[in-house]
């Protein structure tokens, strides 16, 4: 398709979408903050532009919003729905297990199961402790790493996000190194000490026998679909190693998107814990944190007392289970589509952005692809600096009202659900796109 061709198809899908989409998201969004705190369950969602996009009903790559337009679906529910909205053995599965009954307070045989399929397929993963969300293995895991080292101080690196309990949200942004959040417990924050992805002299200046944990995206997806510096994660093993540190892998986003090893199998590098969740159970809300026996002594033993009323409720337990099972049945197929549709993205909008004069870089870690606006090429945490944040955010904006949805600050997960009429008229929204933006730039 030329790229005329292009533009007047995408004109014609975004006068289509987006006329009433955005009076409707206004007017429901104005509802839902009378009674819903900040109008939504996850602060993020309410920034959305141009509106947020109200979903009334979704299936395999799209979403259909309250007034009934179809949006493709590249947020795919921040990551967790690998595969599309209506995945059949998930969906199968878990109906089986509802009508098993929903037993919460008793062990069940499916953890079990879990406990293995994820010892089979996750290098560090011997013993498994199942939470509901990413931010509880979190906590979890440096409760753990206290436990097993008697240390306190935890180093984390600026910018990565585990999660939002008060023990680790810090050092979320650009130039705070503090709580991210108004209404934090700022002592459970100050054990927590920040240096740069990617810099190993800062890690080894500040690294001590006073710290229980490094925690990390070994390869960094929120915040930037970097890849880790040559020999980075080798050294920070081998630092952590020396020093009796535990090195936690925060494979949240990474852990069955990347492939069943996770980064940690793509990179050849085992950290004593890893936290997992998101694609792990196709979009049902679960958690883990997973690690070797020696790093989670503390948890076998029973001495670490970790609660939680619906911890391995057997219907998240039954989708982790159909999931995994489908991705190691499927493994090459699946994840070798999904690396060339994202591939195939990331050329095309490197090219279009390059022939319409717009400053944009993509940058892409399998499945997961970050645009950027304001510098052609971000490829490094230093290169943050150069984003134009708010121009990103337009951006996605324009993408929405044209018919596809990215996560509002240019991120964008692919699902195996997408086939080639979803990734042309992708394309066709991008273009439209990145031309409303060089229209704006030459005003
Ligand atoms: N770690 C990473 C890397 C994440 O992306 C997230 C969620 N965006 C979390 C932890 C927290 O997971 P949850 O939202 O399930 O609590």
Known sequence: MTQQSSLSS????????????????????????????????????????????????????????????????????????????????????????????????????????MGELIAETLPCAEV?????????????????????????KILK???????????????????????????????????VYSVDWGNIDAV???????????????????????????????ELRQLTKELGIVLIFDEIVTGYRLGLGGAQKLLGVTPDLSLIGKAMAAGFPIGALTGTREAMAPVISGKLRHRGTFNGNPICVAATIACITHLRENEDALYSRMEAQGGELQSFIEAEAKSAGVPMSVSRIGSALQIYLGADSVRTVADLSKVDQ??????????????????????????????????????????????????????
């Not at 899908?13 to 998201?25: I, P, Y």
């Not at 990103?392 to 929405?400: A, E």
Request: proline share 6%; aromatic share 6%; with cysteine.
């Open 10 to 113: 995408a004109s014609a899908v975004r006068n289509d979408v987006a006329e009433d989409f955005v009076a409707e998201s206004r007017r429901y969004c104005e509802r839902a903050r009378r009674t819903i705190g900040h109008g939504a369950s996850s602060t993020p969602r309410a920034a959305q532009k141009p509106a947020p996009l109200i979903a009334e009903r979704a299936e395999n790559a799209h979403i259909y919003d309250i007034t009934g337009k179809r949006f493709i679906d590249y947020g795919c529910g921040y990551g967790p729905l690998l595969l599309g909205h209506s995945p059949e053995p998930v969906i199968q599965a878990v109906q089986k297990e509802m009508e098993r009954g929903l037993r919460t307070a008793s062990m069940h045989r499916g953890e079990a199961e």
């Open 390 to 443: 708010k121009a990103t955010m337009d951006f996605c904006g324009d993408v929405l009202a044209a018919g596809v949805q990215l996560l509002p600050r240019g991120l964008m997960y692919l699902c195996t659900a997408l086939t080639d009429a979803d990734i042309a008229n992708t394309k066709i929204a991008l273009s439209a796109a990145i031309a409303q933006t060089a229209a704006r730039a030459a005003v």
């Open 204 to 234: 080894r200046r500040t690294l001590d026998k006073e710290f229980a944990a490094v925690i990390l995206e070994p390869t960094r997806v929120n915040g930037g679909c970097f890849a880790p510096p040559p020999g980075f994660l080798d």
């Open 128 to 152: 498994t402790c199942p939470t509901n969300s990413g931010s509880e293995a979190a906590q979890i895991a440096l409760r753990v790493a206290r436990a097993l080292t008697g240390r306190n």
């Open 157 to 191: 690196f600026r910018g990565l996000y585990h999660g939002w309990i008060d023990t680790i949200q810090v050092s979320g942004s650009i130039g705070n190194d503090g709580p991210d959040s108004v209404g934090q417990d700022p002592g459970a924050a100050a054990s």
